[in-house]
T-cell receptor, first 109, second 113 residues
């Protein structure tokens, strides 16, 4: 079948580092995307990994291992505003973006 | 640029009523999508379109129909609303095969009683 698995909840404190894992199962894999969604808002794009390795964008980094069907989103120097839901997603057949169920990150002071 | 807009923002329907949700984008994107979001279920793809005049089924297409008569618009129809269709509906668009970032609209909150 085709699926994405990620933890439902993660908690951390301000200034810490947190890693949100995502494993996937699909045929015709093109790459892994990550989106952020604040409560009640629209999802916004964070990153996309087409190739193995680490992509860094400011405090956020995303990693992909195609051989392990695994990726993660790394958030550094956590801030209260990072409290949100984070979704991994892949393009099915290169056209339809399929999302995981999301990970709720709670950052406390 | 307004980006992706959705109409209406809120709607309450009675079981059996019909309605159409409108999504519009002004970025000349080829691909457009409709998702529904329910608590704990993430975003589930209903239908999508890879170009004007084309549509395809997503993960949860039953009970919905779509049309893409113009490149900038993507309509989602509910012919006979059911309480199970109570959800938040998001539209998204995407430039095309050479890009990977999806842009989302603000969502439509639909309640079916």
């Amino acid at each position: 079948g085709q699926s994405l698995e990620q933890p439902s909840e993660v908690t951390a404190v301000e200034g810490a580092i947190v890693q949100i894992n995502c494993t996937y199962q699909t045929s015709g894999f093109y790459g892994l995307s990550w989106y952020q969604q604040h409560d009640g808002g629209a999802p916004t794009f964070l990153s996309y990994n087409a190739l193995d390795g680490l992509e860094e964008t400011g405090r956020f980094s995303s990693f992909l291992s195609r051989s392990d069907s695994y990726g993660y989103l790394l958030l550094q120097e956590l801030q209260m505003k990072d409290s949100a839901s984070y979704f991994c997603a892949y393009y099915q057949a290169g056209t339809a973006l399929i999302f995981g169920k999301g990970t709720t990150l709670s950052v406390s002071s | 640029n307004a980006g992706v807009t959705q109409t209406p923002k809120f709607r309450v329907l009675k079981t059996g009523q019909s309605m159409t949700l409108l999504c519009a984008q002004d970025m000349n994107h080829e691909y457009m999508y409709w998702y529904r979001q329910d608590p704990g279920m993430g975003l589930r793809l209903i239908h999508y379109s890879v170009g004007e005049g084309t549509t395809a089924k997503g993960e949860v297409p039953d009970g919905y129909n779509v049309s893409r008569l113009k490149k900038q618009n993507f309509l989602l129809g509910l012919e006979s609303a059911a309480p199970s269709q109570t959800s938040v509906y998001f539209c998204a668009s995407h430039l095309g095969s050479s890009s990977y970032e999806q842009y989302f609209g603000p969502g439509t909150r639909l309640t079916v009683t």
